[in-house]
């Protein structure tokens, strides 16, 4: 199967540090990544994990465990713009090409 | 600029009209996919492609087809057949490849059935 959990929702105040956790159950796992979305608007490219480890950008990481199925993303130094859905999402290895399954989005709500 | 262009963004029907949404990209992008997304859940794969003139069904194909006549674009048409086609739609494209890649989104359309 390709089941992905993520928490619905998450709060924070800004300029703290908040983990939004994934995991997955799928089977030709090929990677995951994470996205941005704010409201009304498309996705936007986060980050990528193929590997088991820490992949840090400027205030974001994501961190990768293939043996558990699970991933998080962290975000510091929370700014208010950072209050959008964050999507995880796993590509899924067919036969010779790959889709992407995405979770339900953690809303991520920044408070003053 | 590369990209992928969908339109328009907003789109209103008719119940029992058939209705294409167009997506186009530049950016030489062997697959393409279109996904579903209703308010406060994830995105839900409809179609993909791979390469032109082939297409698969995703998780919810039906009431929806496609077509893949050139490489740069992949309209998708929403039949009167989709019980509840209101929804936002996402059109992406990605380097077709073994490996997982980024997908690019386009813009989305908001179709809204009356």
């Known amino acids: 199967g390709q089941n992905i959990d993520q928490p619905t929702e998450m709060t924070a105040t800004e300029g703290a540090i908040v983990q939004i956790n994934c995991t997955y159950q799928t089977s030709g796992f090929n990677g995951l990544f994470w996205y941005q979305q704010h409201a009304g608007e498309a996705p936007t490219f986060l980050s990528y994990?193929?590997?088991?480890g820490l992949e840090e950008k400027g205030r974001f990481s994501s961190f990768l465990s293939r043996s558990k199925g699970y991933s998080y993303l962290l975000l510091k130094e929370l700014q208010m713009k950072d209050s959008a859905s964050y999507l995880c999402a796993v590509s899924f290895r067919g036969s010779g090409y790959s889709t992407l399954t995405f979770g339900k989005g953690t809303m991520l709500l920044v408070s003053p | 600029d590369g990209g992928i262009t969908q339109s328009p963004k907003y789109l209103f029907r008719k119940e029992g009209q058939n209705v294409t949404l167009s997506c186009e990209q530049n950016l030489n992008h062997d697959a393409m996919y279109w996904y579903r997304q209703d308010p406060g859940q994830g995105l839900r794969l409809i179609y993909y492609s791979q390469i032109v003139n082939d297409f698969q069904k995703g998780d919810i194909a039906e009431g929806y087809s496609v077509s893949r006549e050139k490489k740069e674009s992949f309209p998708l048409t929403v039949t009167s057949a989709q019980k509840n086609p209101t929804a936002f739609y996402l059109c992406?494209?990605?380097?077709?490849?073994?490996?997982?890649?980024?997908?690019?989104f386009g813009q989305g359309t908001r179709l809204t059935v009356v």
């Open positions: 992406a494209s990605s380097i077709r490849g073994a490996r997982g890649t980024e997908a690019f």
């Open positions: 994990n193929v590997l088991d």
